[in-house]
């Protein structure tokens, strides 16, 4: 072959066009390993009160459609899984809720007087040990400011002002672990147990 020979345009042209991957519901988005419909279910968790299709598709970053699909398979997941969590949906929204005939397990099992969407907030702290203010109610909506004001009453939480900033460092405090039946080191939400439990079980309120 000729060392000046270089492909003519019309050849070019006739290279079919490179056509983008579509990402569905069960595909894992770019970098993150989690399909959108766990992202969705995340986002759930985290949020802990119902959102709309439109919110959940802002959060997730994706086209309503998209988020319409992958909701509707995480639906039908969890209504085939034997578990004590379920997609609930009230009107246009719909939340990671425990499935009703849990009620009364639920109130044995919480401590003291907390209540579900504190305990949810109790469960971000502790997975992250240390987080900023800003940053919990970030994930968890403006309900948190009550929910930390509710932790810190009853001293599951410490609050220290940030060196650096406006917001505040929150932390797990002395009782959480001794409520808990954690160590430090082990704080993390599946170690949330009622009081005086030697083994630390996993508590299921949504």
Do not use: C
């Not at 949906?89 to 044995?108: A, H, I, P, Y």
């Amino acid at each position: 072959m000729p060392q000046d020979w270089q492909p003519q345009q019309d050849e070019l042209r006739d290279q079919p066009p490179e056509v983008p991957a579509q990402r569905g519901s069960g595909a894992p988005a770019a970098g993150t390993g989690l399909s959108l419909a766990a992202r969705l279910e995340a986002i759930l968790y985290l949020k802990g009160k119902p959102l709309s299709l439109t919110d959940l598709a802002s959060i997730a970053a994706v086209e309503r459609d998209e988020a319409e699909l992958a909701l509707i398979t995480l639906m039908a997941d969890y209504a085939h899984r034997d578990t004590a969590l379920e997609i609930r949906q009230e009107g246009n929204t719909f939340s990671l809720q425990l499935r009703e005939s849990l009620t009364d397990l639920v109130q044995n099992l919480l401590p003291v007087d907390l209540s579900t969407a504190s305990l949810r907030t109790l469960a971000t702290i502790a997975l992250k040990k240390r987080i900023l203010q800003s940053e919990l109610v970030e994930l968890r909506g403006s309900g948190a400011y009550d929910h930390i004001k509710e932790l810190l009453a009853q001293n599951f939480i410490e609050r220290r002002r940030q060196s650096e900033g406006r917001s505040y460092w929150l932390s797990l405090s002395e009782k959480f672990h001794r409520t808990f039946a954690v160590r430090p080191e082990q704080a993390n939400p599946s170690a949330l147990t009622r009081p005086g439990a030697s083994t630390a079980q996993p508590n299921q309120a949504a």
